[in-house]
């Protein structure tokens, strides 16, 4: 059977990618769903179209390597790869099913090793790619995607109670540790992350917008003014606060597509100032 390869492949493009010796990731982006079967798909098609929501998906090629995927992200895969799913016994299948609860994450995330591609599930979502240089970082539950063998998934706990309860961040975060590539889901586009480098700083948030510090950020929940009465009369109240010399990402239209959600143009117009906070 013969085909025009080019043909069936020009609705799709690379808009992200990186690597190394031993792992290429790119960040695989639909042009447009042609696929629509009745009238219903078809004006939703039409609509996500006008709207830009594009369909997303991100390819791994390995050369004799190892990666670790989030459980049931993947897709399909080519070549001599094979899965590898440990649970390292009682003991090691305990410290798995405690991690995974206690950070939200899903319990098991299987290595697959060997030389060959790898896709990841389909998705309306947002990718972003980062690499860590024998680095520490903290993201918020469900940023999680992929990343090499080379970097541990773990948990960071909170320092103290009122952080996890007061941050609405959990008592425990993902912690990635280490050297290599590593893949993030995130709720909003690339361009609308807010990174900001702190050096001895303080940075300080209104929401839980917040989705990622690197290792030697402190992170605590404060009052916005010295006083209670203060903090009451403001209308902020409690602020997250990020101290330290790092790097911290903010999103803050998440909680603007939040509030269009559930609330329609007037959340984004109500004159009592809630735009922007928790939603």
Same mark, same amino acid.
Request: hydrophobic letters at 35%; a negative charge; glycine letters at 10%.
């Given at each position: ?20 010796? +031993? !792992? $290429?990731?790119? /960040? &695989?982006?639909? *042009?447009? %769903? ?6 219903? =798909? ?117 320092? +103290? !109670? $009122?952080?996890? /309860? &007061?941050?609405? *961040?959990? %008592? ?6 280490? =050297? ?100």
């Amino acid at each position: 059977m013969k085909t025009n390869n080019n043909n069936m492949n020009n609705n799709i493009k690379v808009i992200e990618t990186m690597n190394n010796e +031993n !792992v $290429s990731i790119e /960040v &695989l982006e639909f *042009e447009e %769903l042609r696929g629509g079967s009745n009238v219903s =798909s078809a004006i939703m098609l039409s609509f996500m179209k006008d709207s830009n929501i594009k369909l997303r998906q991100v390819k791994i090629t390995l050369n004799n390597t190892q990666i670790r995927l989030e459980a049931g992200a993947l897709s399909y895969l080519k070549g001599n790869i094979e899965m590898d799913n440990k649970m390292g016994g009682i003991i090691g299948l305990g410290k798995k099913f405690l991690k995974g609860s206690v950070t939200g994450e899903t319990t098991f995330k299987p290595k697959y090793s060997g030389t060959g591609e790898i896709y990841l599930e389909p998705s309306f979502g947002h990718y972003i790619i980062v690499e860590l240089e024998n680095e520490e970082i903290i993201v918020d539950d469900g940023v999680f995607y992929a990343c090499e063998d080379t970097v541990e998934v773990g948990a960071a706990m909170q320092k +103290n !109670v $009122s952080s996890a /309860v &007061l941050g609405q *961040e959990g %008592l425990f975060q993902t912690k990635l540790r280490g =050297s290599g590539l590593v893949v993030l889901e995130v709720p909003v586009p690339k361009e609308e992350i807010m990174e900001y480098e702190l050096n001895n700083e303080t940075l300080k948030v209104d929401g839980n917008f917040a989705i990622l510090r690197t290792g030697n950020i402190n992170f605590t929940v404060e009052t916005s003014s010295k006083s209670l009465i203060g903090s009451a009369t403001s209308g902020e109240g409690l602020l997250n606060v990020f101290r330290g010399t790092g790097t911290v990402w903010l999103i803050p239209t998440k909680h603007v597509y939040n509030n269009l959600t559930n609330f329609g143009l007037y959340g984004m117009t109500n004159p009592g100032g809630k735009s922007n906070t928790r939603a």
